[in-house]
């Protein structure tokens, strides 16, 4: 069975500062990996996915994720917060050959003024 | 391309009815899938399809059913509502290069 542990189901960061959403996976088999942003009623768009290439892995709107086995996480960068990146992100797992994500509880982003 | 479709947007239902929550994508996608979403638990994975004809059990599949008869459609039923069915329903289709795209969801409420 594979899960996804994502850490602080809400985080608040001044506008301009370091995003850093935490994710962390366990899988039996190599994941694949995903980050998706759900704005305000709305449904859920990709940010940025792994899929055993590369491991530093660049998404849209500046976002970035790396892989690391070792520690097994994918956690969710973003050099300067912008007031739009206010939403909920979600982290999801699945695996080659399979197209069934298993999502995390989501992270609830606030940008501070 | 209207990308995936969904509706109703809002539903009200008594317990007891039924009701069918329509789905429909225009890309092409052999895979498409719903999900229920309700607070701090994510998106969990109710039914889902591979292509027309065959359809199969997510997470969470009890009290409802599915079909896929053709390639655009994917109609999730509500056998007979009940409050534990509350929650905001996605569907979603998947390119078969690990990448979904999301309808904007539906809103059921069953009192």
């Known amino acids: 069975a594979q899960s996804v542990t994502q850490l602080g189901s809400h985080v608040s960061v001044s506008e301009g500062a370091l995003v850093l959403l935490r994710c962390n996976y366990s899988?039996?088999?190599?994941?694949?990996l995903f980050w998706y942003v759900q704005y305000p009623n709305q449904g859920l768009q990709l940010l940025l996915k792994y899929t055993s290439a590369a491991t530093l892995v660049k998404g849209i709107n500046g976002f970035e994720a790396e892989f690391k086995k070792s520690e097994t996480s994918f956690h969710l960068t973003k050099p300067s917060a912008h007031m739009s990146d206010a939403a909920e992100y979600f982290c999801a797992v699945t695996y080659f050959g399979n197209e069934k994500l298993t999502f995390g509880t989501g992270t609830r982003l606030t940008i501070i003024p | 391309n209207a990308g995936v479709t969904q509706t109703p947007k809002f539903q009200v239902l008594k317990t007891g009815q039924s009701m069918t929550l329509q789905c429909a994508q225009d890309m092409n996608h052999e895979y498409m899938s719903w999900y229920r979403q309700d607070p701090g638990m994510g998106l969990r994975l109710i039914h889902y399809s591979v292509g027309a004809g065959i359809t199969d059990q997510g997470e969470v599949p009890n009290g409802y059913n599915v079909s896929r008869s053709t390639t655009e459609d994917f109609p999730l039923r509500l056998l007979s509502a009940a409050p534990s069915q509350t929650s905001v329903y996605f569907c979603?289709?998947?390119?078969?290069?690990?990448?979904?795209?999301f309808g904007p969801g539906t809103r059921l409420t069953v009192t």
């Open positions: 899988s039996s088999v190599p994941p694949y």
């Open positions: 979603a289709s998947g390119t078969g290069n690990y990448e979904q795209y």
